[in-house]
């Protein structure tokens, strides 16, 4: 299973535009084969910053992912409301527990 950890910060008066994206690609997303999650976050301290937090079965779930055009679009989307670029963690995790 990977994990994934997307930091992303929206543009001043971005934000709406950015939040209608990720509704969006995450709508699209849960519904492909191997993902167990996908779930956008926004921060508590700072508004204009979101984070992802994703699982996939499979590499090759990610990678069908990631050639997906609902992301393609999302991507599109995000290139005029981001301050920076994405920050980008994967997590190669071999095994998952429930709770503590």
Request: net charge neutral.
């Amino acid at each position: 299973m990977l994990a994934i950890a997307v930091t992303y910060k929206a543009k001043p008066g971005k934000r709406e535009e950015a939040l209608r994206a990720a509704r969006t690609c995450s709508a699209e997303t849960r519904r492909e084969a191997g993902n167990a999650d996908y779930t956008f976050y926004a921060g508590i301290d700072d508004p204009q910053t979101f984070f992802l937090f994703e699982h996939w079965e499979s590499r090759e779930a990610l990678d069908a992912h990631l050639k997906s055009s609902h992301l393609a679009a999302f991507r599109a989307a995000l290139k005029d409301l981001l301050e920076a670029p994405p920050a980008i963690r994967i997590y190669e995790v071999s095994s998952f527990k429930n709770g503590l």
